[in-house]
């Protein structure tokens, strides 16, 4: 009678675990139809009791990751795709998603270790873009250049690449291999009005201002919004081409946009100095010096103009007065130089 009792046990037992399966697949199949119906939350709460009858089920999990992710949960998906990794380690499209989410939640320490995964795995998705942009985001530069080069040969029309290269390089001064970085990347997406602008910024650092009025008027026609500093760096730029109406007519609506601004006035001063337009020069220092009465690098720019305009008497008297203010411009005037701004 004993043994009857054991087996029927047995029986209800495998019963039990028969009927929790069907009770799985019937919400998972539940939480598949939400999903082509589009109704991603009734599909995770299909999802969500499926796993309440079958937690360890891979192919639910994977499920769920997928309608959070749909939903741009991504955190909680990459907590699923973990206890799938967890189970099933070489699960190749597991690590990939993994690998995918980790570059949108910026987790570039997992990001390195999933690459190097996958590289184990014998999957070529990305894995030395994936390494570059990481050690890129981490800060390590050269690493991140070496594996630039790596998914350039695996992907050479991916405009992202070079674009990385570019940036790195610009975090290491190499100004001129950062504007041949960028020229390749805008090559393989001429649309991206941000790197327009950043070839520019290159350029100009190099110092190759036509170069820059190039890259910084395709950004401007590409969409890319004029903000002071984009206006600045161009405005800048046609004056260091004796493109001097262009760079006044942005300087100008620049004044208007910070008309308090005293090395922007510097700088207006500076261009109709060097312009020989003086007496504008004059006016717009004296407007710092107004500002700012012990301005002597304004007041000694003041002086210098009107020795240029030929009232050396007046210029040398004022020159006086800014070296009395500081000292140091002394030399400047010995050596006929313009002090360094403000």
Known sequence: MVKYLYLAGGLLLSAAAYSQADSAVFYQQKGNAEVQARRYKEAEKNFLKATQFDPKNTAILLDLASVLQQMNRYMEAREKLLEVERAQPNNVTVVENLADLSVNLRKWEDLIRLAERLKQLGSKKNVNFYLAKAHYELEHYGDALKYCELAFKDDPAKAE??????????????????????????????????????????????????????????????????????????????LNTDQFDKGMDIMDQMLKNRPGDKELMYTIGEAYYKAGKYQEAIDMWDRI???????????????MAYMKKGDKQKGQQLCDKAIELDPGLAKQRTEKKMPNGL
């Open 289 to 303: 010096f107004t500002i700012d009465p012990k301005n002597a690098n304004a007041l000694f720019m003041i002086g």
């Open 161 to 238: 690449t070079p674009y990385i290269a570019g940036r790195a390089f610009i975090e290491m001064s190499n100004y001129k291999r950062a504007a041949g970085c960028f020229e390749q990347a805008i090559e393989r997406d001429s649309t991206n009005a941000r790197w327009m602008y950043e070839a520019g910024l290159a350029f100009y650092a190099i110092p190759d201002d036509k170069k820059a009025i190039y890259w910084f008027e395709r950004a401007a026609a590409k969409g890319l919004k004029k903000t002071n500093d984009f206006l600045e760096n161009l405005g800048n730029a046609y």
